[in-house]
């Protein structure tokens, strides 16, 4: 048995960048911060900050552009897809993070809109 899945929950960085290929279809970027929270060994809080890059495709792309703007807290599901390419005669792994559904938590519009 295989399972390839991801969950954040997080906000928006910045408005969403949405662009077309040229057959047409949708596709958007949204940055993502998911803050982690835990205890040290005295039992103090502590906090990070974890940065995500999400690719959605489709009208799941086209809604996030029209209604997810920079402070939109989202909850983000998908699956993890590997990737590699080559820069400079060397071979570079990445991990892309592609949503397969998004809820709106609390959205602001995009470019500071009301």
Do not use: C
């Not at 662009?19 to 040290?40: K, M, N």
Request: glycine share 12%.
């Amino acid at each position: 048995m295989s399972h390839n899945l991801f969950q954040f929950i997080g906000n928006i960085t910045r408005d969403a960048d949405l662009s077309h290929a040229e057959s047409g279809a949708a596709r958007v970027q949204l940055d993502l911060a998911v803050d982690r929270v835990w205890r040290d060994q005295s039992g103090e809080k502590q906090q990070q900050t974890d940065f995500f890059r999400i690719k959605a495709f489709g009208m799941l792309a086209e809604n996030a552009a029209k209604y997810l703007g920079k402070g939109s807290k989202v909850f983000v599901d998908g699956r993890v897809e590997p990737t590699r390419f080559e820069r400079g005669g060397k071979t570079v792994y990445g991990i892309d993070f592609i949503a397969s559904g998004i809820q709106y938590l609390d959205t602001k519009a995009p470019g500071g809109q009301g």
